[in-house]
């Protein structure tokens, strides 16, 4: 199925999301990445899944040794080709459940900025693909987010709104860590316990950390 991001938040719209972004989420932006860039060497191999225009992964080229950013809207894999020149980077147009890399070929692989539940792929079987492409001793690294960030995050879709970058915010519809838009868009947010019992699910053990009372980041070790 087409995503919403591949038929209408892709390329330089998408860009504009992180433009017009309050400092209190530019803040939240920040301190997720930090976060990301600290469980990375620089011999590492790094996979970024729903990269994007590549904002992440130019900063994840700086530390790691090699960076593969993969999306489904083709819109934007081209602008990321356009505007990140790191030598050690590149960008593929590729479907997150169905990874076209044999197994154990990153030594960590991220999924950023609640895309774990933009994506609308099936949740259980998101963790266990991306598993399979890293590497033993390597790690995955899935965020959400936070409660105590809910009233930033949805004054920062109104912001879209507003632009016209989404449809309008269904605020009746919205509530319990979901912002719903009145064109289609819809998406949740996985609470530590809902992290804990995913990884269960799965047969995993994770370890979910609280980020700037922004974000909820679930680490998974490869055994």
């Not at 992440?56 to 809207?73: H, K, M, P, S």
């Not at 070929?105 to 693909?129: H, M, P, W, Y």
């Not at 995993?204 to 070790?221: K, L, M, N, P």
Request: a negative charge; aromatic letters at 8%; one cysteine or more.
């Amino acid at each position: 199925m087409t995503s919403y991001y591949s038929r209408k938040l892709a390329g330089r719209r998408l860009e504009r999301c992180y433009e017009i972004a309050a400092p209190r989420v530019q803040r939240y932006f920040e301190a997720e990445i930090v976060h990301a860039l600290s469980r990375i060497r620089p011999t590492d191999s790094v996979l970024e899944l729903g990269c994007g225009t590549g904002r992440i992964a130019r900063r994840v080229a700086d530390v790691a040794a090699r960076v593969v950013g993969i999306d489904t809207a083709a819109e934007s894999i081209a602008c990321a080709r356009e505007t990140v020149h790191a030598p050690n980077c590149v960008f593929m147009e590729m479907d997150a459940l169905h990874l076209g890399f044999p197994n154990d070929s990153f030594d960590v692989v991220l999924c950023l900025q609640n895309g774990i539940c933009a994506f609308r792929l099936d949740t259980a079987s998101l963790i266990k693909e991306a598993l399979r492409v890293t590497r033993p001793g390597g790690r995955v690294l899935f965020s959400s987010y936070a409660d105590a960030f809910w009233e930033h995050r949805l004054a920062w879709f109104d912001a879209q709104a507003a632009e016209g970058l989404v449809g309008p915010v269904d605020h009746a519809a919205s509530m319990d860590g979901v912002i719903v838009c009145t064109d289609g868009f819809r998406a949740g947010r996985m609470t530590p316990a809902g992290f804990q019992e995913l990884c269960a699910k799965v047969g995993v053990a994770g370890e979910v950390t609280e980020v700037d009372e922004s974000s909820v980041v679930c680490e998974v070790r490869k055994g």
